[in-house]
C-alpha cells in the first residue's frame, strides 16, 4: 500500500521555468491537498480538492495551479518560477472532511 | 495573531524523560485536534487525533485538550532518541475542508 507518492523528490529550476509536481494516492481519498513547509512556518496550505473536477484556493495559491481530472491524481503547476517559491512541497489526502490528513514525503524545490 | 501557536523550540530532553509539547488555538470551532510527527527530510506522519475534548492514550502517547482554555498537549513517557523529530499540532473544524497546523516544535532526545 503505497498510499500518497510525490514525484519528483528534488528539482531545481531557473527563474521563469515552469515544473508540474506530481501526486497520486492510491487509498481513494476524495480530499487532497497541496501544502508548502518553510523553515519555522509550519505548513500553509497552497491548493486543495474536494473530487474531480473540483479545486479551490487555499492561503497562498498566487503561482500556481492545480487540475483534479481523476480521483488518484491531483497534479501542482508553477509557472514562471520565483526565488520565492524555493520550498519544500507536500501533497496530502483525506477520506472525508472529517479524516485526519496523510502526507507525501514532499519535493524540495530550489529555484535560482 | 496566528490561529494556532506553537513554540518552535528547538525542546532538548535526557532519554527516559516525559516530554510536553503544547499548542494554543483562538478559533472556537476547531473539534478535530491531531499530533504529526516529522522525521528529516520526510512527510509528517499523523500520530494522534482526536475528537473535542478528553485525553486520548496510545502507547507512550497521550494527547490532551482543553478547549475552554484552547489548549492541546501531547505527552510522551519514556522519551527515545527514536523520538527526535518536529511534532506539528493540527487541528479543523466540524465538516472543514482545512486543516490548519502550527510551525512544529523541534524536540532532541539525548542518549
Known amino acids: 500500500n503505497a498510499g500518497v507518492t510525490q514525484t519528483p523528490k528534488f528539482r531545481i529550476l531557473k527563474i521563469g521555468q515552469s515544473m508540474t509536481l506530481q501526486c497520486t494516492q492510491d487509498m481513494n481519498h476524495n480530499y487532497m491537498y497541496w501544502y508548502r513547509q518553510d523553515p519555522g512556518m509550519g505548513l500553509k496550505l497552497i491548493y486543495y480538492?474536494?473530487?474531480?473536477?473540483?479545486?479551490d484556493k487555499g492561503e497562498v495559491p498566487n503561482g500556481y495551479n492545480v487540475s483534479r481530472s481523476t480521483t488518484e491524481d491531483f497534479p501542482l503547476r508553477l509557472e514562471l518560477a520565483a526565488p520565492s517559491q524555493t520550498s519544500v512541497y507536500f501533497c496530502?489526502?483525506?477520506?472525508?472532511?472529517?479524516?485526519?490528513?496523510?502526507f507525501g514525503n514532499g519535493t524540495r524545490l530550489t529555484v535560482t | 495573531q496566528k490561529e494556532v501557536e506553537q513554540d518552535p523550540g528547538p525542546l532538548s530532553v535526557p532519554e527516559g524523560a516525559i516530554v510536553s509539547l503544547n499548542c494554543t488555538y483562538s478559533n472556537s470551532a476547531f473539534q478535530y485536534f491531531m499530533w504529526y510527527r516529522q522525521y528529516s527530510r520526510k512527510g509528517p506522519e499523523l500520530l494522534m487525533y482526536?475528537?473535542?475534548?478528553g485525553n486520548k492514550e496510545d502507547g507512550r502517547f497521550t494527547a490532551q485538550v482543553d478547549k475552554s482554555s484552547k489548549y492541546i498537549s501531547l505527552f510522551i513517557r519514556d522519551s527515545q532518541p527514536s523520538d527526535s523529530a518536529t511534532y506539528l499540532c493540527a487541528m479543523s473544524a466540524n465538516g472543514g475542508f482545512k486543516t490548519i497546523f502550527g510551525a512544529g516544535t523541534r524536540l532532541f532526545v539525548k542518549a
Open positions: 482526536t475528537y473535542s475534548s
Open positions: 496530502a489526502s483525506k477520506q472525508d472532511s472529517d479524516s485526519p490528513l496523510h
Open positions: 480538492s474536494v473530487g474531480a473536477g473540483i479545486t
